[in-house]
């Protein structure tokens, strides 16, 4: 078998830029009319969205148990490790800000790097034991952990002089007084210039398929508010999305799960007019989209193996590429997964005034790296699609990534492709364009 991509726009190349308001997107195709080129915030909750907020994310990071599935992630651990400890020249003597901070481990090997000072910002009650990581790791001369949304929280007052803050103009820090509404443009400017006093920004923002549970918003926002706009460095400062056709069993599990549903339900139909007199086929139709919903048109987390991957991704270029085959496979859909670099800045600005990352790192959620806590998600199709043996597939298509409008974290996956295959007797086969869109949960 030989399979064939050829301009499957499905990877989304992301650009950290460290000093503008921006995201940029080299394969952004999004054409809800909702959308503008603002990022949403979650400064501006109401105390019952905040709530609302609380419950549905942040709780969960409040757990060692949570904590401990992600400390526990080689890969994770290493990248991290690795672009602060080979990269000390990069952190001495700086001021770093670590968003969303958790268990405080990043803050404490910024210390352990050199930084002069390091904010460690953390919204849950994690921050608790923050401090208590910090304290026994003997760095919280260095480190300060600061519990809040990194939205609402201010540089301590008191380090401006102790620890001889700077915008990056060479101006020293002040407490002079801003206007006092803070809703207005020049009360609001006037704190962001006071406060642009971090040199480095590093998080692990990073959710499932890269941009679940949008801390990226939050990040950005932290960035605008505290790092030096010329000088200022965001780790990490690259990320990738990348999709390729699988070929995965999980996915027949999957359709049979859903047809036993199905079946379950038609059985209480039965039993339901049978024993009780009522008829309940009035609300097959709307139990049948649930259970499609849930099955077929949510994407699945999954640990998948390099060989589940039917043809390498490519990232916003048009790419030809095969895989060899003996036996009849089939096409059970897509799975997607990130990439992200621990590197210099790459904009003008950045190159001529930015720090010089000298040992960059490149991680990879890829199922040829092996497991990570993130794993891969899967789109299933709701049918396989069978290629024949020494036959050729060519897979077109777009894919776009949606933010709910019911839930600001979370995000809908739109994909539209055509499939054309070539049998081995060279007859040809190419489907309609597919339209599917799938809730990332």
Same mark, same amino acid.
């Given at each position: 078998?030989?399979?064939?991509?050829?301009?499957?726009?499905?990877?989304?190349?992301?650009?950290?830029? %460290?000093?503008?308001?921006?995201?940029?997107?080299?394969?952004?195709?999004?054409?809800? +009319? @909702? *959308? #503008?080129?603002? /990022?949403?915030?979650?400064?501006?909750?109401?105390?019952?969205?905040?709530?609302?907020?609380?419950?549905?994310?942040?709780?969960?990071?409040?757990?060692?148990?949570?904590?401990?599935?992600?400390?526990?992630?080689?890969?994770?651990?290493?990248?991290?490790?690795?672009?602060?400890?080979?990269?000390?020249?990069?952190?001495?003597?700086?001021?770093?800000?670590?968003?969303?901070?958790?268990?405080?481990?990043?803050?404490?090997?910024?210390?352990?790097?050199?930084?002069?000072?390091?904010?460690?910002?953390?919204?849950?009650?994690?921050?608790?034991?923050?401090?208590?990581?910090?304290?026994?790791?003997?760095?919280?001369?260095?480190?300060?952990?600061?519990?809040?949304?990194?939205?609402?929280?201010?540089?301590?007052?008191?380090?401006?002089?102790?620890?001889?803050?700077? %915008?990056?103009?060479?101006?020293?820090?002040?407490?002079?007084?801003?206007?006092?509404? +803070? @809703? *207005? #443009?020049?009360? /609001?400017?006037?704190?962001?210039?006071?406060?642009?006093?971090?040199?480095?920004?590093?998080?692990?923002?990073?959710?499932?398929?890269?941009?679940?549970?949008?801390?990226?918003?939050?990040?950005?926002?932290?960035?605008?508010?505290?790092?030096?706009?010329?000088?200022?460095?965001?780790?990490?400062?690259?990320?990738?999305?990348?999709?390729?056709?699988?070929?995965?069993?999980?996915?027949?599990?999957?359709?049979?799960?859903?047809?036993?549903?199905?079946?379950?339900?038609?059985?209480?139909?039965?039993?339901?007019?049978?024993?009780?007199?009522?008829?309940?086929?009035?609300?097959?139709?709307?139990?049948?989209?649930?259970?499609?919903?849930?099955?077929?048109?949510?994407?699945?987390?999954?640990?998948?193996?390099?060989?589940?991957?039917?043809?390498?991704?490519?990232?916003?270029?048009?790419?030809?590429?095969?895989?060899?085959?003996?036996?009849?496979?089939?096409?059970?859909?897509?799975?997607?997964?990130?990439?992200?670099?621990?590197?210099?800045?790459?904009?003008?600005?950045?190159?001529?005034?930015?720090?010089?990352?000298?040992?960059?790192?490149?991680?990879?959620?890829?199922?040829?790296?092996?497991?990570?806590?993130?794993?891969?998600?899967?789109?299933?199709?709701?049918?396989?699609?069978?290629?024949?043996?020494?036959?050729?597939?060519?897979?077109?298509?777009?894919?776009?990534?949606?933010?709910?409008?019911?839930?600001?974290?979370?995000?809908?996956?739109?994909?539209?492709?055509?499939?054309?295959?070539?049998?081995?007797?060279?007859?040809?086969?190419?489907?309609?364009?597919?339209?599917?869109?799938?809730?990332?949960?």
């Amino acid at each position: 078998m030989k399979i064939t991509k050829s301009v499957l726009v499905c990877c989304c190349c992301l650009v950290i830029h %460290t000093a503008s308001s921006s995201i940029t997107n080299n394969n952004s195709n999004n054409n809800n +009319d @909702d *959308d #503008d080129d603002t /990022i949403p915030t979650f400064h501006s909750q109401d105390e019952q969205q905040k709530a609302s907020d609380y419950a549905n994310y942040f709780s969960a990071y409040a757990d060692l148990h949570h904590q401990k599935i992600m400390l526990t992630d080689s890969h994770r651990m290493t990248a991290y490790h690795d672009a602060i400890m080979k990269n000390q020249h990069v952190f001495r003597d700086k001021v770093v800000m670590d968003v969303g901070s958790g268990s405080g481990i990043l803050a404490v090997w910024a210390a352990k790097a050199g930084a002069k000072r390091v904010y460690a910002v953390e919204y849950t009650d994690m921050a608790k034991h923050a401090r208590k990581v910090v304290e026994a790791n003997g760095v919280d001369h260095v480190v300060t952990v600061i519990q809040g949304a990194v939205e609402d929280v201010t540089i301590p007052v008191e380090d401006w002089e102790a620890f001889h803050l700077q %915008t990056e103009d060479g101006g020293a820090a002040t407490a002079k007084e801003c206007p006092a509404a +803070d @809703d *207005d #443009d020049a009360s /609001i400017s006037c704190k962001q210039q006071q406060s642009k006093v971090v040199d480095i920004i590093i998080s692990e923002w990073m959710g499932y398929f890269l941009l679940r549970e949008s801390m990226l918003d939050s990040v950005i926002r932290a960035r605008d508010m505290f790092l030096k706009p010329k000088s200022g460095i965001l780790l990490p400062s690259h990320a990738t999305m990348l999709i390729a056709p699988i070929m995965n069993e999980d996915h027949h599990m999957v359709i049979e799960e859903y047809l036993e549903g199905m079946d379950d339900w038609n059985d209480y139909l039965v039993d339901a007019k049978k024993q009780y007199g009522v008829d309940m086929s009035i609300l097959t139709e709307e139990y049948d989209k649930e259970q499609r919903d849930y099955y077929l048109k949510s994407s699945h987390y999954v640990q998948l193996d390099g060989d589940t991957i039917l043809a390498p991704p490519s990232c916003c270029q048009d790419v030809r590429f095969g895989r060899g085959g003996a036996e009849d496979e089939e096409i059970n859909g897509f799975a997607g997964w990130f990439t992200v670099d621990i590197q210099s800045r790459t904009d003008e600005e950045g190159k001529q005034f930015g720090a010089k990352m000298t040992n960059p790192v490149h991680f990879s959620s890829s199922p040829e790296i092996g497991d990570t806590h993130w794993g891969q998600q899967a789109f299933y199709f709701a049918s396989a699609i069978p290629v024949q043996s020494n036959g050729k597939v060519k897979i077109d298509g777009t894919m776009e990534m949606i933010r709910s409008k019911e839930n600001a974290r979370l995000y809908n996956v739109k994909l539209q492709y055509t499939i054309g295959a070539t049998a081995a007797d060279g007859l040809n086969n190419v489907m309609d364009m597919v339209e599917s869109v799938y809730k990332i949960p």
